[in-house]
């Protein structure tokens, strides 16, 4: 492994010896099957390795108590139930390859995300695992292959509405660990029905705290169109989470921006984020003047709004079928009003904004359509990332638009995203090509983390070079 004093002069020459905008790239061709390569862009000092292949949309990552890395698989998106969990093991440390892959569940409703807790008291550890449908959790023990009881649910979702294979516009839950106040907490994000619209389910577009055993639910966001990544960072303070945050789609090419939030994870009325009245251009929140769809408008179905771009079905998701534009602009429900909602308890979805003066400021903002996704932070001082943020920015569902498909990188400091991986999307004679599309990260080192792909199903690892 390199030594810590070629890490300190590569964090020297990182942070310091260039301007910010100049660190140079190096192309890293990597074949992942026969015949077929992918070619990435990373700064001089790191290289890349494919860590990992094969996996059904691989998301994002979680390391269990025993030091192993567990990921989530979603399969495909014309079959929302037969999603996997991976344990990636049998680490090769001169190949820079995971020798084993276990499939530990399968059969299941769209596993984006999953965390392990232990129960100081107990020392009982527990596997949470976001579902489409509900939060469940399974105890975990050291070595585990496959669980060995059955899971408890800890709270249900709503798992119906437009799109790809249903459960709503947005189907991923993501759940998150982190201590609040001195006490742990079981976070869990769940996206908009829609792409702009009133909500009639309060969980939607939201984030809730609850107890490890799920106990005592609250919310404590709303109005996040779709906080896809939710961490707690305890280098940079307690009580809090960061988020990343996409933002609508009927505004056109520019905008709104995508955003990353620092939210308030203490107890209290929870603080709106924006969606659908407010969204973020130069990293400022600005009122929507678009009427609101509603609900009992069943004509706005057929009709196409304009500023909805894609049309022509470039999108890398295929076409969804029967699904017209405007409809993406109707509540889960499609036009119909819902019944019961089973959260009530909760609270109400909060009504639209009349103006923006209370929404938080973001963080920091990406360009239009980027999709924000999973994320990390590299904290130690004698590291060439350190006080970075890395991430990783999907890409816009309509290549074309150019957006995304890189991991960039800032820090508390300095909020400007710059690139960091790039070689994802390209253009030949002005037409996209989608090479891949990263998604998860986890920090595996102070200088080093696996990054997925669940465009390609590969895991890589990035590393200073050796």
Request: with cysteine; net charge neutral; aromatic share 10%.
């Given at each position: 492994?390199?030594?810590?004093?070629?890490?300190?002069?590569?964090?020297?020459?990182?942070?310091?010896?260039?301007?910010?905008?100049?660190?140079?790239?190096?192309?890293?061709?990597?074949?992942?099957?026969?015949?077929?390569?992918?070619?990435?862009?990373?700064?001089e000092?790191?290289?890349?390795?494919?860590a990992?292949?094969?996996?059904?949309?691989?998301?994002?990552?979680?390391?269990?108590?025993?030091?192993?890395?567990?990921?989530?698989?979603?399969?495909?998106?014309?079959?929302?139930?037969?999603?996997?969990?991976?344990?990636?093991?049998?680490?090769?440390?001169?190949?820079?390859?995971?020798?084993?892959?276990?499939?530990?569940?399968?059969?299941?409703?769209?596993?984006?995300?999953?965390?392990?807790?232990?129960?100081?008291?107990?020392?009982?550890?527990?596997?949470?695992?976001?579902?489409?449908?509900?939060?469940?959790?399974?105890?975990?023990?050291?070595?585990?292959?496959?669980?060995?009881?059955?899971?408890?649910?800890?709270i249900?979702?709503?798992?119906?509405?437009?799109?790809?294979?249903?459960?709503?516009w947005?189907?991923?839950?993501?759940?998150?660990?982190?201590?609040?106040?001195?006490?742990?907490?079981?976070?869990?994000?769940?996206?908009?029905?829609?792409?702009y619209?009133?909500?009639?389910?309060?969980?939607?577009?939201?984030?809730?705290?609850m107890?490890p055993?799920?106990?005592?639910?609250?919310?404590?966001?709303?109005?996040?169109?779709?906080?896809?990544?939710?961490?707690?960072?305890?280098?940079?303070?307690?009580?809090?989470?960061?988020?990343?945050?996409?933002?609508d789609?009927?505004?056109?090419?520019?905008?709104?921006?995508?955003?990353?939030?620092?939210?308030d994870?203490?107890?209290?009325?929870?603080?709106?984020?924006?969606?659908?009245?407010?969204?973020?251009?130069?990293g400022?929140?600005?009122?929507?003047?678009?009427?609101?769809?509603?609900?009992?408008?069943?004509?706005?179905?057929?009709?196409?709004?304009?500023?909805?771009?894609?049309?022509?079905?470039?999108?890398?998701?295929?076409?969804?079928?029967?699904?017209?534009?405007?409809?993406?602009?109707?509540?889960?429900?499609?036009?119909?009003?819902?019944?019961?909602?089973?959260?009530?308890?909760?609270?109400?979805?909060?009504?639209?904004?009349?103006?923006?003066?209370?929404?938080?400021?973001?963080?920091?903002?990406?360009?239009?359509?980027?999709?924000?996704?999973?994320?990390?932070?590299?904290?130690e001082?004698?590291?060439?990332?350190?006080?970075?943020?890395?991430?990783?920015?999907?890409?816009?569902s309509?290549?074309?638009?150019?957006?995304?498909?890189?991991?960039?990188?800032f820090?508390?400091?300095?909020?400007?995203?710059?690139?960091?991986?790039?070689?994802?999307?390209?253009?030949?004679s002005?037409?996209?090509?989608?090479?891949?599309?990263p998604?998860?990260?986890?920090?595996?080192?102070?200088?080093?983390?696996?990054?997925?792909?669940?465009?390609?199903?590969?895991?890589?690892?990035?590393?200073?070079?050796?």
């Open positions: 492994m390199i030594s810590r004093l070629c890490v300190l002069v590569l964090a020297i020459f990182w942070n310091f010896s260039l301007p910010r905008s100049a660190f140079p790239q190096t192309p890293h061709t990597l074949n992942y099957a026969p015949g077929k390569s992918i070619t990435l862009f990373l700064p000092p790191f290289d890349i390795n494919i990992a292949s094969g996996l059904h949309r691989v998301r994002f990552f979680a390391r269990s108590p025993d030091g192993r890395i567990f990921a989530t698989g979603m399969y495909d998106i014309s079959d929302n139930t037969r999603g996997s969990i991976f344990i990636l093991d049998g680490w090769n440390v001169q190949m820079h390859t995971f020798t084993r892959v276990t499939h530990f569940l399968d059969h299941l409703h769209n596993p984006n995300s999953i965390a392990f807790w232990t129960d100081p008291a107990t020392h009982q550890s527990w596997l949470y695992i976001a579902l489409t449908d509900k939060l469940v959790r399974y105890q975990y023990h050291a070595g585990d292959q496959a669980p060995s009881t059955a899971p408890e649910t800890l249900r979702f709503p798992d119906y509405g437009l799109s790809y294979k249903y459960g709503g947005h189907l991923t839950r993501t759940v998150a660990v982190a201590e609040v106040q001195g006490t742990t907490h079981i976070f869990i994000s769940v996206g908009s029905s829609c792409n619209c009133q909500e009639h389910e309060v969980v939607r577009a939201s984030v809730i705290r107890d055993d799920g106990q005592h639910p609250a919310l404590i966001a709303q109005g996040l169109r779709n906080a896809v990544d939710l961490h707690a960072v305890p280098a940079l303070g307690r009580d809090s989470l960061f988020a990343t945050n996409m933002g789609d009927h505004l056109g090419d520019r905008l709104p921006e995508d955003t990353f939030f620092e939210l994870a203490k107890a209290g009325a929870p603080l709106n984020y924006g969606w659908p009245a407010c969204y973020f251009d130069h400022k929140p600005v009122h929507d003047s678009t009427p609101l769809p509603s609900l009992h408008d069943l004509q706005a179905a057929g009709k196409t709004l304009p500023g909805v771009t894609g049309a022509g079905g470039d999108s890398v998701y295929g076409k969804q079928g029967g699904v017209a534009a405007a409809g993406t602009n109707l509540a889960a429900g499609g036009g119909h009003a819902p019944g019961h909602d089973p959260n009530a308890t909760l609270g109400r979805p909060p009504a639209p904004l009349q103006n923006c003066d209370q929404v938080p400021a973001s963080y920091t903002s990406f360009a239009a359509h980027s999709s924000p996704l999973g994320f990390d932070y590299f904290p001082t004698d590291s060439a990332l350190r006080s970075n943020f890395l991430v990783a920015l999907h890409g816009a309509h290549p074309h638009i150019g957006a995304g498909y890189r991991v960039v990188r820090t508390p400091s300095d909020r400007t995203p710059r690139d960091f991986i790039t070689g994802f999307l390209t253009f030949q002005g037409k996209p090509i989608v090479h891949g599309r998604c998860g990260i986890l920090r595996v080192g102070p200088d080093s983390f696996l990054l997925t792909d669940d465009y390609l199903g590969l895991v890589y690892f990035i590393h200073p070079k050796q």
